[in-house]
């Protein structure tokens, strides 16, 4: 299943790092693609949106659903 998030406050090389090791420490099958620009997350997931969203929260990022 494809989830899409917006990141507005990702803003750098670090954050998509963080925000992809957030992500593949719930769901390590995940594909990550990240557009830094646009500050859009597509993850290629089994995992539940909701487990996705919070893991990226919790590195304090904003994210809202995309």
Excluded: W
């Amino acid at each position: 299943m494809k989830t899409e998030f917006i990141v507005s406050d990702m803003t750098c090389n670090h954050c998509v790092q963080t925000i992809t090791r957030a992500v593949r420490d719930v769901a390590p099958d995940a594909a990550v693609q990240i557009d830094l620009a646009a500050h859009r997350v597509a993850i290629e997931s089994s995992a539940d949106a909701a487990v996705l969203r919070a893991a990226i929260a919790e590195e304090g990022y904003d994210v809202q659903p995309g």
